[in-house]
């Protein structure tokens, strides 16, 4: 584990974490991460809050089951690929020991870190971690779907230890993000990241969720409160 000390608070985090949080100041990255830590003291009450917008309905008879089957299959191969991609990219594992290649064809050329800099790279931020952030939250969520696909069609049932962990990993990548968005303006945190999703639904849903509030948005209204107005 590293650990930092800000006003006498200590505060710990993986050292993983701090590897992938480029170039940061010791400072700026226990500055963060205790915010961090002390935005889940909300997370309570933004978990009631989320359930008065939860829809109550299921429409069944819209959704085949053999659909909904292939869907999750090719989400989740899918997200095995991305996967691959991951490990490549951020632990440096070569994916042919696994029979596959992460070229298009033998005109493909590497992804190189000049290339993502001269697309994503403007500003404060680092376009690596936005990457593994972006990446790394889609395979968590494909894990998640992998748990739903064999409760569903394998029989497996449903874990709840299972889910957590996968949660407790989107977290980590999410983390990642908010750090890197920080870097460039203020107010991404946990805390500020729950506290304008529910301003939002609270737009949507005046009251709790109905179908017409969810079918009829005012999106224009959305997006001034999600840019703080």
Known sequence: MGQYKRNGQQVLFEDQVVTHIADAADSEKAD????????????????DEARQTLSPSWHGELVGRAYF??????????????????KALFYGR?????????????????LSEQYLYDRIGDGNADPRNIVHGVIGNFTEATELLEALHNGFFEGEGFDPVNMRE???????????????????????????CMRV????????????????DANTRDLHNERRILEGN
């Open 69 to 86: 089957e292939d869907v999750l299959a090719r989400a989740i191969a899918i997200g095995n690929q991305l996967d691959l991609i991951k």
């Open 197 to 212: 999703n529910i301003a939002k639904l609270r737009a949507r849903f005046p009251n709790r969720f109905t179908e017409y």
């Open 32 to 47: 963060f991460l205790v915010q961090a830590a002390n935005s889940f003291n909300t997370t309570h009450n933004y978990i």
């Open 94 to 110: 070569i994916p042919e020991a696994q029979g596959k290649s992460l070229f298009l064809n033998s005109d493909d050329i590497q």
């Open 166 to 192: 996968e949660i407790g990993d989107q977290f980590w990548y999410i983390a990642i993000l908010l750090f890197e968005a920080a870097r460039d303006g203020d107010g991404y945190t946990f805390d500020e």
